[in-house]
Antibody
Framework: QVQLQESGPGLVKPSETLSLTCTVSGDSSSRFYWTWIRQTAGKGLEWIGRISGSGSTDYNPSLKSRVTMSRDTSKNQFSLRLTSLTAADTAIYYC?????????????WGQGTHVTVSP | DIVMTQSPATLSVSPGERATLSCRASQSISSNLAWYQQKPGQAPRLLIYGASTRATGIPDRISGSGSGTEFTLTISSLQSQDSAVYYCQQYGDWQSLTFGGGTKVEIK
């Protein structure tokens, strides 16, 4: 089993950059990809992107120009950076895991962190 | 992007009755479909993957079926703890994963 916990600021100003971290505990070696998903009232659940254990990344084409993901294996953490924020980025942000190649669904989730973009 | 459409938006079912939820993909995704359950204030929880395989710990009264573009989630005997929003997610296009808009299941 793996446990995930998101952390980061709850309030960010428009045009600024959001930085979130997901801390992983438990059997992290069994996970294949680490991913971020957000949930808004308007667009529902939206996949943001993923990072592999080797550090390769894939991003949602609609967010690709503003997203960067990274990981720090020594701290069992992976991170999301989202630039040029607008009110439309207000959402609950979840980190989650993908268990195996080809199995691109999300089998473990963090509890989520609410982010508000407001002046 | 592959668009996932769920229906109905809200489903009201009496305890012990069957609930049938639909999910349609805008193009064929074979059996690359997952279902999630989300209760208020909680993260989504994986129920089904591969269109019909139950995730660990999911009771057998919850089942999934379908392939191609049409999928169904069935809860055979609804219980109070099944009150939640249910989402489908396609992974046929693994480079652009997308979710449906959800079906809210209410207990009458």
């Amino acid at each position: 089993q793996v446990q995930l916990q998101e952390s980061g600021p709850g309030l960010v100003k428009p045009s600024e950059t959001l930085s979130l971290t997901c801390t992983v505990s438990g059997d992290s070696s069994s996970r294949f990809y680490w991913t971020w998903i957000r949930q808004t009232a308007g667009k529902g659940l939206e996949w943001i992107g993923r990072i592999s254990g080797s550090g390769s990344t894939d991003y949602n084409p609609s967010l690709k120009s503003r997203v960067t993901m990274s990981r720090d294996t020594s701290k069992n953490q992976f991170s999301l950076r989202l630039t040029s924020l607008t009110a439309a980025d207000t959402a609950i942000y979840y980190c989650a895991t993908i268990g195996a190649p080809g199995r691109w669904y999300f089998d473990s989730w963090g509890q989520g962190t609410h982010v508000t973009v407001s002046p | 992007d592959i668009v996932m459409t769920q229906s109905p938006a809200t489903l009201s079912v009496s305890p012990g009755e069957r609930a049938t939820l639909s999910c349609r993909a805008s193009q064929s995704i074979s059996s690359n479909l997952a279902w999630y359950q989300q209760k208020p204030g909680q993260a989504p929880r994986l129920l089904i993957y591969g269109a019909s395989t139950r995730a660990t710990g999911i009771p057998d009264r919850i089942s999934g079926s379908g392939s191609g573009t049409e999928f169904t989630l069935t809860i055979s005997s609804l219980q109070s703890q099944d009150s939640a929003v249910y989402y489908c997610q396609q992974y046929g296009d693994w480079q652009s994963l997308t979710f449906g808009g959800g079906t809210k299941v209410e207990i009458k």
